[in-house]
């Protein structure tokens, strides 16, 4: 295995766990992070142009669709240039997972559906989707959990540098 499917490894384990808990969502936002280059979105006070913007730790459940087969994750977000176009700003984020291509990732998918049903049931669209007895994921936590679980003690390593590497890589 190479590094980064090591590190991979280290999340998952918490992600197939039959318990909705800390690490579970902290894994959950790191595979989605993994997956799509998504930012984090670490303000509520984060705004391009005096808009609004998310990240995955921000999002709202109103930018959640739950689709049959997959879901969708649309926010606005920091601006960013496209790559594929090489012109323009893009406001708006969306991923929608379709890689069910090997047995790994479906198993990885049917995981995330699940937890996404169930931190979205019972809230309001203006909720955020992430939280910890009603108080929201935190970035610290996050990188705190990312350092722990792929066994990488290095300050510097955390989500910026997993957005980076994927980043890298599309």
């Known amino acids: 295995l190479d590094t980064e499917e090591q590190c991979r490894n280290?999340?998952?384990?918490?992600?197939?766990?039959?318990?909705?808990n800390r690490d579970k969502i902290y894994a959950a936002?790191?595979?989605?992070?993994?997956?799509?280059?998504?930012r984090i979105?670490?303000?509520?006070?984060?705004?391009?142009?005096?808009?609004?913007?998310?990240?995955l730790l921000t999002m709202l459940?109103?930018?959640?669709?739950?689709?049959?087969?997959?879901?969708?994750?649309?926010?606005?977000?920091?601006?960013a240039y496209s790559n594929v176009e090489g012109k323009g700003i893009?406001?708006?984020?969306?991923?929608t997972f379709e890689y069910m291509k090997t047995p790994k990732n479906a198993r990885v998918?049917?995981?995330?559906y699940q937890l996404f049903k169930h931190e979205l049931k019972g809230k309001s669209p203006?909720?955020?989707?992430?939280?910890l007895g009603g108080q929201p994921v935190s970035y610290g936590g996050i990188n705190s959990y990312l350092?722990?679980?792929?066994?990488?003690?290095?300050?510097?390593f955390g989500v910026h540098k997993l957005r980076h590497a994927k980043g890298t890589k599309i």
């Not at 203006?126 to 939280?131: A, E, G, H, K, S």
């Not at 679980?149 to 510097?156: A, C, L, Q, V, Y």
């Open 61 to 79: 459940v109103k930018h959640v669709t739950l689709l049959p087969n997959s879901f969708k994750l649309a926010f606005p977000g920091k601006k």
């Open 41 to 55: 979105g670490a303000s509520d006070k984060n705004a391009t142009k005096g808009m609004p913007t998310y990240g």
């Open 90 to 95: 893009s406001l708006t984020n969306e991923q």
């Open 126 to 131: 203006t909720d955020r989707v992430w939280t």
């Open 109 to 112: 998918f049917s995981q995330l």
């Open 29 to 38: 936002v790191c595979e989605i992070i993994h997956s799509t280059a998504s």
């Open 147 to 156: 350092r722990k679980s792929t066994g990488i003690n290095d300050t510097k």
């Open 10 to 20: 280290g999340w998952l384990q918490d992600l197939s766990s039959t318990t909705v």
